[in-house]
């Protein structure tokens, strides 16, 4: 079977003949077949590109935001070893019937984050912490961390415990949940 006559009368249907003034969008290939069939090509106009501002000294890409987690380089004080763990209320509902739909054992149904951090040598009169919603900063004369929270936290709701025996600095904050 020819069907390429088929394609040429689909593809005048398409293509209706244009005016002898108005030059047609695609003209057919030699052979009929199935890419002989074609649509005229919409022709989109190209947008200007913005223009300038001369007054601009740098591009707002090139200005980093300072999100107060970037530590001097010239910052000779020690990182001290950290962990990140995550604390959530579960019942026994939730464990062996599993009756909350929403509550999963991922890290995004946590209800608190517990940090700890290890300084070797320090007294906790020798600390200086800072919590915000979304940052811990911890400086002392031989170490400083700057971390970021994974979730938003209640900075005024935490607790900080410091073991004096093993210079370990336990942090327990509240993870803010936004109202949907």
């Known amino acids: 079977m020819d069907f390429s006559s088929d394609f040429l ?22 052979a009929g077949g199935p890419g002989a069939i074609s649509a005229p090509i919409d022709r989109v106009p190209i947008p200007k590109p913005k223009p300038i501002d001369n007054k601009d ?9 300072d999100d107060g987690l970037q530590i001097d380089e010239a910052d000779t004080r020690l990182r001290p070893e950290y962990d990140v763990l995550f604390k959530q209320e ?33 007294t906790m009169r020798d600390l200086d ?12 004369k031989k170490h400083v961390l700057v971390l970021p929270t ?13 073991e004096t025996d093993t210079c370990l600095l336990r942090l327990v904050l509240k993870v803010v949940r936004p109202d949907w």
């Open 9 to 30: 009368k689909l593809n005048e249907i398409l293509n209706p003949a244009h005016d002898e003034d108005e030059p047609p969008a695609r003209k057919l290939p030699a």
């Open 57 to 65: 000294i740098w591009e707002e890409e090139e200005v980093a935001e």
């Open 90 to 122: 579960v019942g026994s509902s939730d464990v062996f019937l599993g009756l909350d739909p929403e509550v999963d054992v991922g890290s995004s149904c946590c209800n608190e984050i517990l940090i700890k951090v290890k300084l070797p040598g320090e």
């Open 129 to 140: 912490l800072d919590v915000t919603k979304n940052r811990v900063s911890l400086s002392s």
């Open 150 to 162: 994974p979730y938003l936290v209640d900075a005024e709701g935490g607790s900080a415990k410091f």
